[in-house]
């Protein structure tokens, strides 16, 4: 079962290929998969989709990883999307797919069974997600045992901060993947399953699974992530505003004062949302608002960039903004903040649906010389337009809504794939309030966590269940149950292995641990923890450098 | 008469597919999403359908405890 099999797919050549690799026995999968096979063709930044051993077969598991070069930081990234893509690829008996070269003309893929057909994209090129989605749903078939993938006009016409949705509710959504599907020529794909999984020791994994469905569904286990049984990924809105950890108006405050508009009880309770959950999952992991006749995804990175951020208090226009995020192919974060931005270079109130739409779809059209500027994210935007100060991104990235304190920001910048999700800085420091504490033991901590992340992210484990995942004998018996005969050591061993892995990409692709990119706002605002100070920032940083990363 | 799974709430799925897989273990002893008698798909209104199969529904009974928004419920066959 270590053995990976993984599809290559040349979008010059039109060819495809499937490899059985022994020689990637020792990478599990997931993130850990997808470096190692990065790692081996970086020259040719290729895309690669990789699932863990977990993905698809337990509760909580349902996250593929996308790892490519981001057009923002120009370096190794990951990002993850829920939906059925994972299952599909689990039952297609497939670890990864690698997608390589430039496609002359925009195609899309149909995979079945390893087979790959490259199809005409001229019918939905031009055409935004929800109108691809439905072209691709209607055209392509394998209904109930599919997964489909897809980009916007935001990826097609290259924007830095592109996403791409998966199953129409799901996204990758951070670092620009979007836009590297643009550049390939690729508009998306339809893969469908037509394999069976039988587990090895079927008793011992049916018996581990229902324990994890039953702790999930009851959700009184305090591993689960807080608020989740009852508010999905919308949860932590009013919290992170008690605490002054909101970034309000292009990071001018730290607290929303029309947060009763916008916490999740305000969600719920006038808009009454339906629950999705992504494959295996028994609790809904997001939900879904209703916006004429469609239905419109939000959690809190979304209700938070695309609200407070930009001083949105009004509900509809921010399921309305969302839509169009979502409709474009945009990441709703990176949008947000390049809003923001431009809120506070132009001096600029935004209150009206119109001029903000309007706004967006030029985001998208580029034909102000002001909006092509802006399509490479707030960041490279600043040194063409001024506001270096305020454009609020670190190391290239659009910083995450969350404003802590010191870990949140250092697990950003020194983070490996610069996702705050894998390092959980912002996390960290809501046990930091209150209290001092040293260097070393932050630095160490950040670390330790995005190791354990890095374990958990090669495993396919969601982000909300994480807490339960994190008790390491239960991995080694599920990993035993299908097959798997690692030991605990070895398990250690692979992901101190991976991290520096993924340290020497980070360097070889330019990240320079003697330049740190932080916009001075970050010091001027107070963040959860009070005003962060760029000498205290700095001497974290240098932890990493004079301690870890020698 | 026969214990049968049929469908009580459609509108309650939450597209977790945990019913496709159990399913397609209790009649194959595998997981599957192909080989599965329960299909979920998702209706134009953005919710989804559940379609299960006439051949299997007398077999599908315990399905009825996986849903954890309770779609399901067992009817006697007519």
């Not at chain 1, 909580?60 to 990951?78: M, V, W």
């Not at chain 1, 994190?470 to 035993?480: E, H, M, P, T």
């Given at each position: 079962v270590?053995?990976?099999r993984?599809?290559?797919i040349?979008?010059?050549r039109?060819?495809?290929?499937i490899?059985?690799?022994?020689?990637?026995?020792?990478?599990l999968?997931?993130?850990?998969?997808?470096?190692a096979?990065y790692?081996?063709?970086?020259?040719?930044?290729?895309?690669?989709?990789?699932?863990?051993?977990?993905?698809?077969?337990?509760?909580?598991?349902?996250?593929t990883?996308?790892?490519?070069?981001?057009?923002?930081?120009?370096?190794?990234?990951?990002?993850?999307?829920?939906?059925?893509l994972?299952?599909c690829?689990?039952?297609?008996?497939?670890?990864a797919?690698?997608?390589?070269?430039?496609?002359p003309?925009?195609?899309?893929?149909?995979?079945?069974?390893?087979?790959?057909?490259?199809?005409?994209?001229?019918?939905?090129?031009?055409?935004n997600?929800?109108?691809?989605?439905?072209?691709?749903?209607?055209?392509?078939?394998?209904?109930?045992k599919?997964?489909?993938?897809?980009?916007?006009?935001g990826?097609?016409n290259?924007?830095a901060?592109?996403s791409?949705?998966?199953?129409n509710?799901?996204?990758f959504?951070?670092l620009?993947?979007?836009?590297?599907?643009g550049?390939?020529?690729?508009?998306?794909?339809?893969?469908?399953?037509t394999?069976?999984?039988?587990?090895?020791?079927d008793?011992?994994?049916?018996?581990?699974?229902?324990?994890?469905?039953t702790?999930?569904?009851?959700?009184?286990?305090k591993?689960?992530?807080?608020?989740?049984?009852?508010?999905?990924?919308?949860?932590?809105?009013?919290?992170?505003n008690?605490?002054?950890?909101?970034?309000?108006?292009?990071?001018?405050s730290?607290?929303?004062?029309e947060?009763?508009?916008?916490?999740?009880?305000?969600?719920?309770s006038?808009?009454?949302?339906?629950?999705?959950?992504?494959?295996?999952?028994?609790?809904p992991e997001?939900?879904?608002?209703?916006?004429?006749?469609?239905?419109?995804?939000?959690?809190?990175d979304?209700?938070?960039?695309?609200?407070?951020?930009?001083?949105?208090?009004?509900?509809?226009?921010?399921?309305?903004?969302?839509?169009?995020?979502?409709?474009?192919?945009?990441?709703?974060?990176?949008?947000?903040?390049?809003?923001?931005?431009?809120?506070?270079?132009?001096?600029?109130?935004?209150?009206?649906?119109f001029s903000?739409?309007?706004?967006?779809?030029?985001?998208?059209?580029?034909?102000?010389?002001?909006?092509k500027?802006?399509?490479?994210?707030?960041?490279?935007s600043?040194?063409?337009?001024?506001?270096?100060d305020?454009?609020?991104?670190?190391?290239?990235l659009?910083?995450?809504?969350?404003?802590?304190?010191?870990?949140?920001?250092?697990g950003q910048?020194?983070?490996?794939?610069?996702?705050?999700?894998?390092?959980?800085?912002?996390?960290?420091?809501?046990?930091?309030?209150?209290?001092?504490?040293?260097?070393?033991?932050?630095?160490?901590?950040?670390?330790?966590?995005?190791?354990?992340?890095?374990?958990?992210?090669s495993?396919?484990?969601?982000?909300?269940?994480?807490?339960?995942?994190?008790d390491?004998?239960l991995?080694?018996?599920?990993?035993?149950?299908?097959g798997y005969?690692?030991?605990?050591?070895?398990?250690?061993?692979f992901?101190?292995?991976?991290?520096y892995?993924?340290l020497?990409?980070k360097?070889r692709?330019?990240?320079?641990?003697?330049?740190?990119?932080?916009?001075?706002?970050?010091f001027?605002?107070?963040?959860?923890?009070?005003?962060?100070?760029?000498?205290?920032l700095n001497?974290?940083?240098?932890?990493?450098?004079?301690?870890?990363?020698? | 008469?026969?214990?049968?799974?049929?469908?009580?709430?459609?509108?309650?799925?939450?597209?977790?597919?945990?019913?496709?897989?159990?399913?397609?273990?209790?009649?194959?002893?595998?997981?599957?999403?192909?080989?599965?008698?329960?299909?979920i798909?998702?209706?134009?209104?953005g919710?989804f359908?559940?379609?299960?199969?006439?051949?299997?529904?007398?077999?599908?009974?315990?399905?009825?405890s996986?849903c954890?928004?309770?779609?399901f419920?067992?009817?006697?066959?007519i």
């Amino acid at each position: 079962v270590s053995q990976k099999r993984v599809l290559y797919i040349d979008l010059s050549r039109k060819k495809s290929e499937i490899k059985i690799h022994s020689d990637l026995e020792t990478v599990l999968g997931g993130v850990g998969l997808g470096t190692a096979l990065y790692n081996d063709l970086a020259e040719t930044s290729p895309i690669i989709l990789s699932i863990g051993p977990f993905a698809a077969l337990l509760p909580g598991c349902s996250s593929t990883c996308a790892t490519f070069r981001s057009p923002l930081t120009a370096g190794q990234a990951e990002s993850y999307a829920g939906g059925w893509l994972a299952a599909c690829m689990r039952f297609s008996h497939l670890d990864a797919i690698v997608i390589n070269g430039r496609s002359p003309a925009p195609v899309y893929l149909v995979i079945t069974d390893g087979d790959v057909k490259f199809k005409d994209a001229s019918p939905i090129v031009g055409r935004n997600v929800f109108e691809s989605f439905r072209y691709l749903s209607e055209t392509e078939g394998f209904v109930g045992k599919r997964s489909i993938v897809t980009i916007g006009k935001g990826g097609e016409n290259r924007v830095a901060y592109a996403s791409v949705n998966v199953d129409n509710y799901h996204e990758f959504s951070r670092l620009g993947l979007g836009s590297v599907f643009g550049r390939a020529g690729l508009k998306g794909f339809v893969i469908s399953a037509t394999e069976s999984i039988e587990v090895k020791n079927d008793a011992l994994f049916s018996s581990l699974r229902q324990e994890i469905i039953t702790t999930l569904r009851e959700g009184t286990s305090k591993n689960i992530f807080p608020g989740f049984n009852k508010f999905g990924n919308v949860a932590g809105i009013k919290f992170q505003n008690d605490i002054g950890g909101m970034p309000v108006r292009n990071l001018s405050s730290n607290r929303f004062g029309e947060i009763g508009n916008i916490s999740e009880e305000s969600w719920f309770s006038a808009h009454k949302p339906h629950g999705i959950a992504s494959v295996g999952n028994p609790v809904p992991e997001k939900f879904i608002f209703d916006l004429q006749d469609m239905k419109i995804p939000l959690g809190y990175d979304s209700i938070v960039s695309l609200g407070p951020l930009i001083g949105l208090s009004n509900r509809d226009s921010i399921i309305s903004l969302r839509a169009l995020a979502l409709d474009y192919g945009l990441d709703p974060v990176s949008l947000g903040f390049v809003l923001s931005y431009i809120h506070e270079l132009e001096g600029l109130t935004f209150s009206e649906d119109f001029s903000l739409r309007k706004l967006v779809t030029e985001l998208v059209d580029q034909s102000e010389k002001w909006s092509k500027q802006l399509s490479g994210g707030v960041q490279a935007s600043s040194v063409k337009m001024g506001g270096v100060d305020f454009a609020l991104a670190l190391n290239g990235l659009e910083m995450a809504p969350y404003f802590n304190g010191y870990a949140t920001i250092v697990g950003q910048l020194a983070g490996l794939s610069q996702n705050l999700e894998d390092t959980e800085g912002h996390r960290l420091d809501i046990g930091l309030l209150g209290r001092d504490f040293d260097n070393f033991s932050l630095a160490g901590a950040l670390i330790q966590r995005e190791k354990l992340i890095l374990l958990l992210n090669s495993l396919s484990v969601d982000y909300f269940a994480r807490g339960l995942y994190a008790d390491i004998s239960l991995v080694f018996s599920l990993l035993q149950s299908l097959g798997y005969s690692w030991s605990k050591e070895e398990l250690e061993r692979f992901t101190e292995e991976l991290y520096y892995l993924k340290l020497g990409a980070k360097k070889r692709s330019g990240f320079s641990q003697d330049r740190w990119q932080v916009p001075e706002k970050i010091f001027k605002t107070p963040s959860a923890y009070g005003l962060l100070k760029e000498n205290r920032l700095n001497e974290i940083l240098n932890v990493y450098k004079s301690e870890y990363w020698t | 008469m026969a214990k049968v799974l049929s469908v009580a709430d459609e509108r309650a799925c939450i597209g977790c597919g945990l019913c496709v897989l159990a399913s397609a273990k209790k009649i194959s002893g595998k997981y599957s999403l192909a080989d599965s008698p329960i299909i979920i798909s998702k209706n134009r209104d953005g919710l989804f359908s559940i379609d299960i199969d006439d051949a299997y529904k007398h077999r599908l009974a315990e399905i009825v405890s996986v849903c954890p928004v309770n779609c399901f419920e067992v009817t006697e066959e007519i």
